[in-house]
């Protein structure tokens, strides 16, 4: 049984994504604007498709088929299926603020909700699964993203500069972090928009003339009220705007979320991967459902210092690999030049896509050539090298550790 297979996977076209990145990496006719995330895994909702000697066959039933020896034993007895989802995305306009909950608390969570016998496609459904969704991202633009709470005193500062906000800094001094954002989500309709509509007065005409850095608060609240299609209601979101840290990664760089940490994808192109699971707990920049009362459950209501990661260049000088505390998953960087030899063994299954370049990859007598945008999964035990026909070549790799 071969352990190399060519996969393909699966376009989303959520309504925040780009237009032009993804169909050029994977050389498609762009006809379903907007093209937001490019899945690569075994999620029921879109799993990919690997091409095998028994013809084409969806990869969550592939495994499902050969599970053992596909994912390996331990990580089949720990996980019962892939761990991971992989993706590329392309971000155009602003996610949703999101918290994701613990693995105990998902547990929890997914359980109470049906038992209260809410469908899983219900609107107002918190728990879609019973598992965590910490999450890492590697930048492969210019990416800019909300991640945590601002240090008190920078978010005091945040407050001061801002005048139309500046009544929240007794609440953030005498009462913390908790009564600050609890105050601000749930603020009735009329409450917020009387707080905020002068702040957006006040931002909006600078936004259109082009007046606002990326890193001011304002660039994005303006960004945010520009964008919506309701402009009557504003949106709670816009007070996290000020409250986090708006981060800007590089190309390369990496931000790790892990459970309770607020955030929200900005703009940008990245690479993320993730455990398998579709547990979101939203906090506003959305029109989908907002259950303020669990998302203060699970917010980590603390200051946040953002941890820009470079990843750790291996031996070889070929992997950068970017360590997480999650089990579920782990990912990787690859850039070969035409005369370089990239040897690795799959202890457990792995998935390769290639960003830039052509790859050769040869497992045994077998040999899947990857060009931009094409991807190939690899079973456990599995010895494989890959070359680069191209000059230069640029792959990501993701696989559980």
Known sequence: MSKLYPLKGKVQHYAWGGEAYIPNLLNIRAENPPYAEYWLGAHVNAPSVLKSENGEQNLDNFIETNIDSTLGQSIAARFGRLPFLFKVLDVK???????????????????????????????????KDDNHKPEIMVALSEFWLLHGFLPKAELKAVLTETPELSHLIEILETKGYFELYKTAMEQSDEERNQVLQPLVDRILPLYKAGQLDKANPDYWAAKAVDSAEDRSVLDRGIYSIYFFNIVRAEPGQAVFQDAGIPHAYLEGQNMELMANSDNVLRGGLTPKHVDVAELLKHVIFEETHPNIMHGELQSDGLERIYKSPAPDFE?????????????????????????????????GQKKVVLKKGESAFITSNCDYEVISPAPTTTMYKATAP
């Open 331 to 363: 990912l990787s960087k690859i850039d070969l030049k035409s005369s370089d030899r990239y040897l690795s063994r799959a202890s457990t299954a792995q998935i390769l896509i290639v960003l830039k370049g052509e790859a050769e990859v040869t497992e």
């Open 93 to 127: 306009d602003m996610l949703s603020i999101q918290v994701h909950p613990t693995k105990v608390e998902a547990e929890k969570g997914f359980a109470r909700e049906n038992e209260m016998g809410i469908p899983l496609n219900a609107p107002n459904r918190n728990y």
